[in-house]
């Protein structure tokens, strides 16, 4: 990844405009930042969250709070707890996200 263009700055993710995103079960509340091509994003997942849809987009997520479950197209499982982070190219691995208690997330994609 190259960052390019992009001059020094501090975000108040707080200040920043919530966008809901509805589930199949529950809600993301995303707090998103374009920096040329790159989108950041601070995500809260509602406790029973379940995406509703499969998603095949490359990310870098870290769990902030909560616990964020990651299910592959594959089968394989994995939770995230704060402080542990995953990594997918785009269009690597179809991965699709719950929340049985809610989580907090950093996102970068």
Known sequence: ?????????TTDWTAIAVEIHPGAQ???RWRTQHFGDIRVRMVEYSAGYLADHWCHKGHILLCLAGELHTELADGRRFVLTPGVSYQVADHAEAHRSSSPQGASLFIVD
Do not use: K, P, R
């Open 1 to 9: 990844m190259q960052l390019n263009d992009i001059a020094f700055g």
């Open 26 to 28: 529950g809600e993301a």
